[in-house]
Every structure is written in structure tokens, then in C-alpha cells.
């Protein structure tokens, strides 16, 4: 009966991580939307690197420095906003780390007020439990629509 009940606690423990997994990559969408750089930057580890086409940064103040002279406001509407959306990952959990992989798209507005998908992307990311929350260690973004 202990196995049993240590291996349903262990299984248990998976599903609670893949979810506060899944709230942390919506988390990172959300607050990248919103040009919350702060709070952006601190969904990653004190070691995390960011990795993509508006450079490399690594801890959540280098993270953030880089992306603030980077990454323009996300003009409210009229304006050509933007937003993204990102697939549900595949999540794999062992123990304190964890790799995800998703697809991600952008979606703006055009100038006719209508949705307009100009962006598919991939996101690989490795995972760590950091002073008992996840946090990104490493996340690598590649743009695959267009190519470069």
C-alpha cells in the first residue's frame, strides 16, 4: 500500500508540474504582450538565458535590458498590435528540471481592424525549480515562418 501510495503522490506531483509549467509559458505570452519587461524577465532563472532574434540575454536583469532596447510599446488599438499565441507543449518532467517544446504565432492588426498572422515560430525551452517555482533556465526561439 506505501508503494502504491508514494507512486500515485510521485504521478500526482508530475500533473501539478506540467501545469504550473503550462501557466508559466502563458505567463511569459502574456506579459511580453502587455510590455510588462519586469515581470517578463522575472519568469526566468537567476542563470536563465533568453535566445532569439532580438538577441541574447542572460538573468532576468540582462534579460530585461536586452529586450527594453529591443522590443518597441505594443500600440493599443487601432494600432498595429500584437499579440501571441503559443500551442500546448509537450512537457517532459525529472524531478527539479523539465524540457517544452511549442509552437508560437504572432497575431496583429491589420489596417483594415482584421487579424493578420504574419509569424510562426518554434520555442525550446529547458525548465528548472527555482526557490520552489519554475522558471526558465534556457529558452530558445526560432522563427520558422518566415525563415529569417
Do not use: C
Not at 50 to 55: A, E, H, I, R, Y
Not at 108 to 119: F, I, Q, V
Amino acid at each position: 500500500m506505501t508503494a502504491e501510495l508514494d507512486e500515485l503522490r510521485a504521478r500526482v506531483r508530475v500533473l501539478e508540474d506540467r501545469e504550473e509549467i503550462r501557466n508559466l509559458l502563458q505567463e511569459y505570452r502574456r506579459t511580453l504582450d502587455v510590455r510588462d519587461m519586469r515581470a517578463f524577465s522575472a519568469l526566468f532563472a537567476a542563470e536563465g538565458t533568453w535566445t532569439g532574434k532580438s538577441g541574447t540575454g542572460t538573468g532576468p536583469d540582462g534579460i530585461h535590458d536586452m529586450l527594453v532596447a529591443q522590443l518597441p510599446d505594443n500600440p493599443p488599438a487601432p494600432g498595429a498590435t500584437l499579440w501571441h499565441l503559443i500551442t500546448d507543449p509537450a512537457i517532459t518532467v525529472d524531478g527539479d528540471r523539465a524540457r517544452a517544446s511549442s509552437l508560437w504565432m504572432h497575431v496583429r492588426r491589420d489596417d483594415g481592424d482584421r487579424p493578420l498572422l504574419p509569424t510562426l515560430g518554434g520555442y525550446d525551452d529547458e525548465l528548472i525549480r527555482e526557490d520552489g517555482r519554475w522558471r526558465f533556465l534556457r529558452r530558445s526561439v526560432s522563427p520558422l515562418i518566415p525563415a529569417s
